[in-house]
């Protein structure tokens, strides 16, 4: 089966950064467009970031415009969030899957087939 990993959470302090990763398991990513998605406990999934599959168009969430960059290295199979100034908001499980992309844009809603990871823990605290 097709999955996403994601790897790179941890507890930071607000104000800190954070770098996450996400690769494929056994298969290439520089076929999707990738988005990164986070859920704190009580709260609804909501999408965070994505990048589309060549990697020259991308989009963020209000929450974290300007705070948040995503890239990725298709010759290393590797899409990643950096995370910069993080506030108490930001703990959640964060997810990488393959999102809806256009010619010249990148979607932050999961596609039909978003593989989606088991996620990685970003608690922000104190």
């Known amino acids: 089966q097709l999955q996403f990993m994601e790897s790179g959470g941890g507890l930071v302090r607000p104000g800190g950064s954070l770098r996450l990763s996400c690769t494929g398991s056994?298969?290439?990513?520089?076929?999707?467009?990738i988005g990164w998605f986070r859920q704190a406990p009580g709260k609804e999934r909501e999408g965070i970031s994505c990048i589309n599959s060549v990697g020259d168009a991308t989009n963020f969430a209000d929450s974290v415009m300007g705070r948040f960059t995503i890239s990725r290295d298709n010759d290393r199979n590797i899409v990643t969030l950096e995370m910069n100034n993080l506030k108490l908001e930001d703990t959640g499980v964060y997810y990488c899957a393959s999102t809806l992309q256009s010619r010249t844009k990148c979607h932050m809603i999961p596609s039909g087939s978003p593989y989606w990871g088991r996620g990685t823990q970003v608690t922000v605290s104190a």
């Open positions: 056994g298969f290439s990513l520089d076929f999707y467009a």
